[in-house]
């Protein structure tokens, strides 16, 4: 089975340019979260859908990041403009909601520097 | 204020070592997990604790839920160079499938 996939694996781009991060859910999980990880923070969830619906975006940094899931095989991320201080290890993730122990699958994550 | 406090930040250690990595913290959870990350890859779980005082073994790797459900540990016996890595600690919130991490601790088993 395909796990989690994400696109790209790795950007480099300038500050100011518009960032598109890319998730396929696991085809059947009906959650899907965007997290952000550096070695400052640790993991910080950024926002989570539930069978598409945006659920929770408190974790969403700024107005310059907005997330889309326009159906259930499908997510982006989107930093607009981006800044340095953006840079991170961005992942994707999916699950099936059980509620106690729910199990989360991640992507491999998208390496994102902005210069 | 971290809701997971997990300790000791960094840990390195020899081949053949035991070690323990704590998670802590003071409010109650119905449940807790633990991932292990490796360099350049995601998160992937390892165990999931429910009960109060629950062990669990995953080969070398011993995962105790203390009795008031607030703490986690993790024993690793006779450690090995595959188990370097960053492990977290991660508890639910609600039944919103949310999870919430802890800032983990990066293992380094020298040969």
């Known amino acids: 089975d395909a796990g989690v996939i994400q696109s790209p694996r790795h950007e480099v781009t300038e500050m100011g340019q518009e960032v598109t991060l890319r998730c396929k859910p696991i085809?059947?999980?009906?959650?899907l979260f965007w997290y952000r990880q550096t070695m400052m923070r640790g993991l910080e969830l950024l926002i989570y859908?539930?069978?598409?619906?945006?659920?929770?975006d408190s974790g969403m940094p700024e107005d310059r990041f907005s997330a889309k899931m326009p159906n259930a095989s499908f997510s982006t991320l989107k930093i607009q403009p981006s800044e340095p201080r953006d840079s991170a290890v961005y992942f994707c993730?999916?699950?099936?909601?059980?509620?106690?122990?729910?199990?989360?699958?991640f992507g491999e994550g998208s390496w994102l520097t902005v210069v | 204020t971290q809701l997971l406090e997990q300790s000791p930040q960094f840990l390195s250690i020899q081949e053949g070592e035991n070690l323990t990595v704590y998670c802590n913290s003071s409010?109650?959870?119905?449940?807790l997990q633990w991932y292990r990350q490796e360099p350049g890859e995601g998160p992937v779980l390892l165990v999931t604790?429910?009960?109060?005082?629950e062990v669990k073994k995953l080969k070398r790797l011993t995962f105790q839920f203390g009795d008031a459900r607030k703490d986690s540990s993790l024993h690793i016996t006779a450690a090995q160079p595959g188990d370097t890595g960053l492990y977290l600690c991660?508890?639910?919130?609600?039944?919103?499938?949310?999870?919430?991490f802890g800032q983990g601790t990066t293992l380094q088993v020298k040969p």
């Open positions: 604790v429910v009960t109060g005082g």
């Open positions: 991660a508890v639910g919130s609600g039944n919103t499938g949310k999870l919430i």
């Open positions: 085809s059947g999980h009906n959650s």
């Open positions: 993730a999916s699950s099936t909601l059980q509620g106690t122990g729910n199990t989360i699958y």
């Open positions: 859908f539930n069978n598409n619906v945006p659920i929770d």
């Open positions: 409010s109650v959870f119905s449940s």
